[in-house]
């Protein structure tokens, strides 16, 4: 595809379930990230990968939140025992290489609504 | 700490309108300041970028300015249309980033920018 894609876009579950979301990058994108979106919030950083590296995961708010990249391409995040606080939109994006100098484009968003 | 501080935090104009997005920053050492356009519903889409020796960039109607001494952009909107109507999210990145998260980048919360007809 020509651009980020994400599934679902939305996701309703409910408390103490698992979730996992999935992230399509760019074809050729060696970087990678999550982000969180609270509703009147900004961004905030979870998880980044770049390439084969440790990816960094200075961001995620708690051991519940995990996340995997699979042959450098496709990402999913998995939140375990989900809870209302998690409720938000996920964005994922993805740069053709790391640093800030590097344009994101990011994907539509996951919506998740946990009762 | 880096911060990035966006004013005003929501801002409604009439259609044809001009308007000014305010981003100030902590963030150093500087390496440039992206801003970015975030229609509801959708992931943000880039604007502009400049780096320490530009002070101003367009990009159609948007207008991004940047003074880098007193660590101030802003975001200029000329003859505003109804699809202007978003978020706008200015991003500053550190300059030779070598650790810690995000990939050196601090994001604002956003100007929520409404156009009425």
């Known amino acids: 595809g020509a651009g980020v894609s994400q599934s679902p876009s939305n996701k309703v579950t409910e408390k103490g379930k698992d979730v996992e979301l999935r992230c399509d990058p760019i074809s050729g994108h060696t970087a990678l990230y999550w982000y969180r979106q609270s509703l009147g919030q900004g961004l905030e950083f979870l998880i980044y990968?770049?390439?084969?590296?440790?990816?960094?995961k200075s961001g995620l708010p708690s051991d519940r939140f995990s996340a995997e990249r699979t042959g450098g391409s496709v990402s999913t995040l998995t939140i375990q025992r989900t809870q209302q606080e998690d409720s938000a939109v996920y964005l994922c994006?993805?740069?053709?290489?790391?640093?800030?100098?590097?344009?994101?484009?990011f994907g539509p968003g996951t919506r998740l609504t946990v009762l | 700490k880096n911060q990035v501080e966006q004013s005003p935090q929501s801002l409604i104009i009439l259609e044809g309108k001009n308007c000014t997005l305010q981003?100030?920053?902590?963030?150093?050492?500087?390496?440039?300041l992206r801003w970015y356009k975030q229609d509801t519903g959708r992931g943000p889409v880039s604007l502009t970028i400049m780096t320490f020796s530009e002070n101003t960039k367009s990009n159609g109607r948007y207008t991004a300015t940047l003074d880098a001494d007193t660590k101030q952009s802003s975001l200029h909107i000329t003859a505003s249309q109804l699809s202007d109507s978003a978020s706008y999210i200015c991003v500053v990145s550190a300059w030779e980033y070598s650790g810690g998260g995000a990939d050196g980048l601090t994001f604002g919360k956003g100007t929520h920018l409404i156009i009425q007809p």
């Open positions: 990968f770049q390439g084969n590296s440790a990816p960094d």
């Open positions: 994006a993805s740069s053709s290489l790391a640093g800030g100098g590097n344009e994101q484009f």
């Open positions: 981003c100030n920053y902590t963030v150093s050492p500087f390496s440039n």
